[in-house]
T-cell receptor, first 112, second 114 residues
Framework: GQSLEQPSEVTAVEGAIVQINCTYQTSGFYGLSWYQQHDGGAPTFLSYNALDGLEETGRFSSFLSRSDSYGYLLLQELQMKDSASYFCAVRDQTYNTDKLIFGTGTRLQVFP | GAGVSQSPSNKVTEKGKDVELRCDPISGHTALYWYRQSLGQGLEFLIYFQGNSAPDKSGLPSDRFSAERTGGSVSTLTIQRTQQEDSAVYLC????????????FGSGTQLSVL
């Protein structure tokens, strides 16, 4: 089966840099995704890493190490609007399914 | 449509009643997923549709839960004889094809069972 571990909560101040880690155990691995969810809102896709290394998209970057079964989401120049929950996810493509399995989420609180 | 639409946005029901939750995926998206999210928790997978078929129903918590999809589009999640532990936000997501990492989520249905 698949399982993912993330810290439950991270706090930071505006303008800072924060890293949200995710470790996973999977029976087959295709890549690591990240989603953002504001309170009361829908999860939205942020990034996907299939290969080792760092992918940068504006203030957000995502990193993957397949050998370590580890990835992280890096948020730079934090803004108040970045306060949200962040979920890592892996795909389960065992027989007859094609679903995303999500981690328990990391709640990021950004303070002024 | 422009995005995934779910209705109702809020549903309050009495224990023992049946409820139906609706999901309108993005037009042309063949894959559709239902997830459940309890307050402050992660996303719990319920069921996956590819077209009108549901190859994976493994996440449905009990036989009180069922779902269908018609015309490769709209999906309905039905919960019979609701219990208080069914209270949660039910999220629907769609993607262009199965195996696509980018899911588009609706805003969910907040279900409260009194």
């Amino acid at each position: 089966g698949q399982s993912l571990e993330q810290p439950s909560e991270v706090t930071a101040v505006e303008g800072a840099i924060v890293q949200i880690n995710c470790t996973y155990q999977t029976s087959g691995f295709y890549g690591l995704s990240w989603y953002q969810q504001h309170d009361g809102g829908a999860p939205t896709f942020l990034s996907y890493n299939a290969l080792d290394g760092l992918e940068e998209t504006g203030r957000f970057s995502s990193f993957l190490s397949r050998s370590d079964s580890y990835g992280y989401l890096l948020l730079q120049e934090l803004q108040m609007k970045d306060s949200a929950s962040y979920f890592c996810a892996v795909r389960d493509q065992t027989y007859n399914t094609d679903k995303l399995i999500f981690g328990t989420g990391t709640r990021l609180q950004v303070f002024p | 449509g422009a995005g995934v639409s779910q209705s109702p946005s809020n549903k309050v029901t009495e224990k023992g009643k049946d409820v139906e939750l609706r999901c309108d995926p993005i037009s042309g998206h063949t894959a559709l997923y239902w997830y459940r999210q309890s307050l402050g928790q992660g996303l719990e997978f319920l069921i996956y549709f590819q077209g009108n078929s549901a190859p994976d129903k493994s996440g449905l918590p009990s036989d009180r839960f069922s779902a269908e999809r018609t015309g490769g589009s709209v999906s309905t999640l039905t919960i019979q004889r609701t219990q208080q532990e069914d209270s949660a936000v039910y999220l629907c997501a769609s993607s262009l094809i199965g195996g696509n990492e980018k899911l588009f989520f609706g805003s969910g249905t907040q279900l409260s069972v009194l």
